[in-house]
Nanobody, 118 residues
Framework: QVQLRESGGGLVQPGASLRLTCTGSGRIFSTYAMAWFRQTPGKDRELVAAITWGSGTTHVADSVKGRFTVSVDNSRRNVYLQMYDLKPDDTAMYYC???????????WGQGTQVTVSS
């Protein structure tokens, strides 16, 4: 019902900023929330940030709090992850996902690679 596509990743130096975009198609308005995840080889997938539509509540992981923010446009077709002061530990494949109320995260995109290196 919903298809997602991530964009905006790239190779940047430590301390740089980057904005990732998750563009959705399909029945976006039927979803409950959207989120950004990241994953590196050999490590579990980590929830980075999320937005709940009705309340507008946002969540940001402790590991990126103060550096990353999440936002969405009124159409819910674009969810953004604004990243500041990027660090090598932020290097990962970043994915966006959505879910209905009480459901599991799904409709995963293909991901966009973020690499932070000197």
């Amino acid at each position: 019902q919903v298809q997602l596509r991530e964009s905006g990743g790239g190779l940047v130096q430590p301390g740089a900023s980057l904005r990732l975009t998750c563009t959705g198609s399909g029945r976006i308005f039927s979803t409950y929330a959207m989120a950004w995840f990241r994953q590196t080889p050999g490590k579990d997938r980590e929830l980075v940030a999320a937005i709940t539509w009705g309340s507008g509540t946002t969540h940001v992981a402790d590991s990126v709090k103060g550096r990353f923010t999440v936002s969405v446009d009124n159409s819910r077709r674009n969810v953004y992850l604004q990243m500041y002061d990027l660090k090598p530990d932020d290097t990962a494949m970043y994915y966006c996902a959505t879910k209905v109320r009480g459901g599991d995260w799904g409709a995963w995109g293909q991901g966009t690679q973020v690499t932070v290196s000197s």
